[in-house]
């Protein structure tokens, strides 16, 4: 019998790759705590745009964690819904920063008219996946509709038609309170898993968990089923398993896969980082005319704030224009 590992580092703020050879499925969990948080309490965002937000970036961080190469994935999300733009951005191997553009008015009116999920929030409109390696190179997009459905669907439908594999991907995201000395405060928590069935490539892979629970003499399943039972184990998975912070990566996928033997890789760590800097924004701020920059002054100096981390930078007139 398989028994479950002594996993000791923290199950936050990772990806966990891992393996399952005898149903030829590759895979990521990934599990947010402090990072969603920290990127959601910037703004203030309403809760339901905040749970999608959180799901977007567990997303994001689970396509991001697949790239093998220095470079950022970018999703973004152009559409008619109440949330009309979601924004996330990860820079390989490990730092991730989100925003989100929304009608407070639509999204207060959704709410009370039961309709925040996922699809009723985002509306009709495309989800789009950019992939950057650098100047060098050229950008690689794909985009998927998002009439109708969520970031689930919408991402399963993004790898038939980009990459033609057979994935399954599961995002959920919850508030919690935590307690404290000055009494309980409010956190945000995002999980998500991503199957992907990928035949023969389990033939390479020395398992973890060998040979799983199942019963010497069980016979391999086939292709077809094999891709059916991982679908169907995948789909058993409970919103609160993919957040709960007691039940950590390791131990979901011994839950769903110990029959069958699950090998887990070493987990990725994952932060909340912005690029934005002094120098950038001066930068972008001398692009404009002198003309440009003098309508932006209020106060007596340009402010410019980031969208994702709303730092703010001031700058004097007269350090892009002397006469001003």
């Known amino acids: 019998m398989s028994t479950v590992p002594d996993l000791t580092h923290g199950a936050d703020d990772i990806v966990v790759p891992f393996h399952v050879d005898e149903l030829d499925l590759r895979g990521r969990v990934a599990r947010l705590g402090r990072s969603a948080t920290t990127i959601i309490d910037r703004h203030g965002y309403p809760p339901e745009v905040s749970r999608?937000?959180?799901?977007?970036?567990?997303?994001?961080?689970?396509?991001?964690?697949?790239?093998?190469?220095?470079?950022?994935?970018?999703?973004?999300?152009?559409?008619?819904?109440?949330?009309?733009m979601l924004v996330v951005?990860?820079?390989?191997?490990?730092?991730v920063r989100a925003l989100a553009r929304f009608d407070a008015g639509k999204v207060a009116e959704a709410a009370a008219a039961g309709r925040a999920d996922p699809a009723s929030l985002l509306g009709s409109g495309q989800l789009v996946m950019t992939i950057d390696q650098g100047a060098e190179t050229q950008r690689y997009q794909g985009i998927v509709s998002l009439d109708g459905q969520g970031l689930e669907q919408a991402a399963d439908q993004y790898f038939r038609q980009s990459e033609q594999?057979?994935?399954?991907?599961r995002l959920a995201a919850a508030e919690e309170l935590v307690p404290g000395e000055n009494g309980p405060s409010r956190a945000w928590r995002a999980?998500?898993?991503?199957?992907?069935?990928?035949?023969?490539?389990?033939?390479?892979?020395?398992?973890?968990?060998?040979?799983?629970?199942a019963p010497d003499g069980t016979p391999l399943?086939?292709?077809?089923?094999?891709?059916?039972?991982?679908r169907a184990l995948t789909d058993t998975i409970g919103d609160d398993e993919l957040v709960d912070r007691t039940v950590s990566p390791e131990r979901l996928l011994f839950r769903?896969?110990?029959?069958?033997?699950?090998?887990?890789?070493?987990?990725?760590?994952?932060s909340d980082h912005c690029t934005c800097s002094r120098d950038k924004i001066e930068n972008i701020v001398r692009s404009f005319t002198p003309q440009e920059r003098h309508d932006m002054v209020e106060h007596g100096a340009i402010t410019v704030t980031c969208e994702y981390c709303s730092t703010s930078y001031k700058f004097a007139p007269a350090e892009f224009d002397p006469a001003e």
């Open 52 to 84: 999608l937000l959180a799901e977007a970036t567990a997303l994001t961080v689970l396509l991001g964690s697949g790239l093998k190469f220095d470079g950022r994935l970018i999703l973004q999300t152009q559409t008619d819904g109440p949330v009309r």
């Open 89 to 95: 951005d990860v820079t390989t191997p490990d730092k």
């Open 165 to 169: 594999i057979e994935t399954r991907v």
């Open 191 to 213: 999980g998500g898993m991503l199957v992907q069935h990928v035949p023969k490539a389990g033939s390479a892979i020395t398992r973890d968990l060998a040979p799983g629970d």
């Open 221 to 230: 399943p086939e292709p077809d089923e094999a891709w059916a039972e991982a």
């Open 256 to 270: 769903l896969f110990h029959e069958r033997g699950v090998r887990v890789f070493d987990a990725q760590g994952v």
